[in-house]
C-alpha cells in the first residue's frame, strides 16, 4: 500500500490514542490525519493522535510528544498520553532509561518508569509540574467561578495544567449530562482557549470523576484532569493532597506535594494493537 505508516494504538485508564514513531514515518498534515484516523466508525478510533519524535536540542529532552485531538486541533498535554510514550519507548526498544524527559508544548515532563514481571512497564508516575489557579490567556476569573449552561448554574474550580480546566462538584456524578453541559461549558466565554470540563464527586474516599474533554468530548479518562480535580478537592477540603481519582476508564493516583508544590500522577499505561495506515 502506498503512503502508508505504521502506528500503535494505546490507551491510559481507557483513554486512547493513535502512536506515530516521527523518527520513522513523516506526517505531513498530523491535523488532518488526527480527524480522519481518529473516527470510530470510518477510521482506526481513537480520542487523537500522538506523534513520538526528537525534541528541540536547547530543551535537554530524550523524546518529545504532539498530540491532536480527534476533532484535528493540537492540545498542550496529555498525562494519559505521556504515560503511554514511557511504556512505548522503554518495551518498544528506543531507550533503557527508566526516567525520561518528554519535551511537550507545556514544557518538558519528567516520566518514571515502574517495572515488573519480565521487564514490563506497570505503571508510570509524571511529574505534572505545578498547578496554576490564574492564566489570563486561559480563563477570565470574571465569571467568579460560575457558569451557567442550558438551564443549570455551576460553581467550580479553575485549576491549569499546562491546559485549562474547569472542575465542577456535583451530588450526582453518574447521572450527570456530561455531554450536554460539557459541551456548552466547553466554549464558554469564560474560557479564550475552550477547556476541559470535569464533573466530580466525593465517593467512598475517592474522587470519582466524568470528563468532557475540548477538542474530543466525553473521554474514559484524562490525566490532566485527574490532576484538576485532585487539586481542585483539595483546594476546597473535600480532599488531602493525596487523591485516587476514579474516572470511567479506570483510577490514577495523585500527590500535590508540599515539598515542591508539583503535582505526580501515577498510572497504567497498555498496548492495544499495531497496524497500517494510509495518509490522508
Given at each position: 500500500?502506498?503512503?502508508?505508516?505504521?502506528?500503535?494504538?494505546?490507551?491510559?485508564?481507557?483513554?486512547?490514542?493513535?502512536?506515530?514513531?516521527?523518527?520513522?514515518?513523516?506526517?505531513?498534515?498530523?491535523?488532518?490525519?488526527?480527524?480522519?484516523?481518529?473516527?470510530?466508525?470510518?477510521?482506526?478510533?481513537?480520542?487523537?493522535?500522538?506523534?513520538?519524535?526528537?525534541?528541540?536540542?536547547?530543551?535537554?529532552?530524550?523524546?518529545?510528544?504532539?498530540?491532536?485531538?480527534?476533532?484535528?486541533?493540537?492540545?498542550?498535554?496529555?498525562?494519559?498520553?505521556?504515560?503511554?510514550?514511557?511504556?512505548?519507548?522503554?518495551?518498544?526498544?528506543?531507550?533503557?532509561?527508566?526516567?525520561?524527559?518528554?519535551?511537550?508544548?507545556?514544557?518538558?515532563?519528567?516520566?518514571?518508569?515502574?517495572?515488573?514481571?519480565?521487564?514490563?512497564?506497570?505503571?508510570?508516575?509524571?511529574?505534572?509540574?505545578?498547578?496554576?489557579?490564574?492564566?489570563?490567556e486561559q480563563y477570565d476569573d470574571g465569571c467568579g467561578g460560575t457558569l451557567t449552561a442550558a438551564f443549570r448554574t455551576f460553581r467550580?474550580?479553575?485549576?491549569?495544567?499546562?491546559?485549562?480546566?474547569?472542575?465542577?462538584?456535583?451530588?450526582?456524578?453518574?447521572?450527570?449530562?456530561?455531554?450536554?453541559?460539557?459541551?456548552?461549558?466547553?466554549?464558554?466565554?469564560?474560557?479564550?482557549?475552550?477547556?476541559?470540563?470535569?464533573?466530580?464527586?466525593?465517593?467512598?474516599?475517592?474522587?470519582?470523576?466524568?470528563?468532557?474533554?475540548?477538542?474530543?468530548?466525553?473521554?474514559?479518562?484524562?490525566?490532566?484532569?485527574?490532576?484538576?480535580?485532585?487539586?481542585?478537592?483539595?483546594?476546597?477540603?473535600?480532599?488531602?493532597?493525596?487523591?485516587?481519582?476514579?474516572?470511567?476508564?479506570?483510577?490514577?493516583?495523585?500527590?500535590?506535594?508540599?515539598?515542591?508544590?508539583?503535582?505526580?500522577?501515577?498510572?497504567?499505561?497498555?498496548?492495544?494493537?499495531?497496524?497500517?495506515?494510509?495518509?490522508?
Amino acid at each position: 500500500m502506498a503512503n502508508t505508516v505504521k502506528f500503535t494504538k494505546m490507551h491510559g485508564a481507557g483513554n486512547d490514542y493513535i502512536y506515530v514513531n516521527t523518527l520513522l514515518y513523516s506526517i505531513p498534515d498530523p491535523c488532518a490525519a488526527s480527524r480522519k484516523w481518529s473516527a470510530y466508525h470510518t477510521g482506526i478510533g481513537s480520542d487523537g493522535l500522538v506523534l513520538i519524535g526528537k525534541p528541540s536540542i536547547r530543551s535537554g529532552a530524550d523524546f518529545s510528544m504532539r498530540i491532536f485531538n480527534a476533532d484535528g486541533s493540537e492540545a498542550m498535554m496529555c498525562g494519559n498520553a505521556s504515560r503511554c510514550i514511557g511504556k512505548y519507548l522503554y518495551e518498544r526498544g528506543l531507550t533503557r532509561k527508566r526516567e525520561i524527559r518528554l519535551e511537550t508544548l507545556s514544557g518538558v515532563k519528567l516520566l518514571r518508569l515502574h517495572t515488573g514481571a519480565a521487564d514490563r512497564v506497570d505503571s508510570v508516575t509524571v511529574d505534572m509540574f505545578e498547578p496554576r489557579l490564574s492564566v489570563a490567556e486561559q480563563y477570565d476569573d470574571g465569571c467568579g467561578g460560575t457558569l451557567t449552561a442550558a438551564f443549570r448554574t455551576f460553581r467550580g474550580t479553575f485549576v491549569s495544567m499546562g491546559n485549562p480546566h474547569f472542575v465542577c462538584f456535583v451530588d450526582d456524578v453518574e447521572g450527570m449530562d456530561v455531554a450536554r453541559f460539557g459541551s456548552i461549558m466547553e466554549r464558554d466565554a469564560a474560557f479564550p482557549q475552550r477547556c476541559n470540563i470535569e464533573f466530580a464527586q466525593v465517593m467512598g474516599g475517592k474522587l470519582r470523576t466524568r470528563v468532557w474533554e475540548r477538542g474530543s468530548g466525553i473521554t474514559m479518562a484524562c490525566g490532566t484532569g485527574a490532576c484538576a480535580t485532585a487539586v481542585a478537592a483539595a483546594l476546597t477540603g473535600r480532599a488531602g493532597r493525596r487523591s485516587a481519582v476514579v474516572m470511567d476508564g479506570g483510577q490514577l493516583d495523585i500527590e500535590w506535594s508540599e515539598a515542591d508544590n508539583h503535582v505526580y500522577m501515577t498510572g497504567p499505561a497498555e498496548f492495544v494493537f499495531d497496524g497500517e495506515v494510509e495518509l490522508p
